[in-house]
């Protein structure tokens, strides 16, 4: 990565992290780079693991892979990756990505109940 790339990278991070922290996650911070075991780029909001993306190409089904492995190095319940949105600098006008089954979880969280998943291949 150069460095242009990782100051890109970087200023992303802590606009999600502003963004977090006005929303009431008054912990959320950037997580050091360079564990073994990687588990995002944003922690303090518990139970979520956060990969943040500001690159101009879009590679969201390597993005999903590189979470989930995030998430259960993590311990996490939900796995989400957090892009910027091109010609926007604000986080909440970024993207938020994550599986169809990820997203039922979150739900499942809202709303208090246990999803009825469908068989895999099955309709939903």
Do not use: C
Request: charged share 20%.
């Amino acid at each position: 990565m150069t460095n242009r790339n990782k100051t890109k990278g970087s200023a992303w991070e802590r606009a999600i992290v502003t963004a977090l922290q006005a929303a009431g996650w008054p912990y959320a911070e950037r997580r050091l780079a360079g564990s073994a075991k990687d588990r995002g780029d944003i922690a303090g909001v518990p139970g979520v693991v956060i990969e943040a993306k500001n690159t101009a190409s879009r590679n969201l089904a390597g993005w999903i892979d590189e979470t989930e492995l995030e998430r259960v190095n993590d311990g996490a319940w939900l796995g989400v990756v957090w892009h910027k949105r091109t010609g926007k600098a604000a986080a909440a006008d970024g993207y938020v990505t994550m599986t169809g089954a990820q997203f039922l979880a979150l739900l499942g969280q809202a709303l208090d109940v246990q999803p009825q998943l469908p068989a895999e291949g099955g309709a939903a």
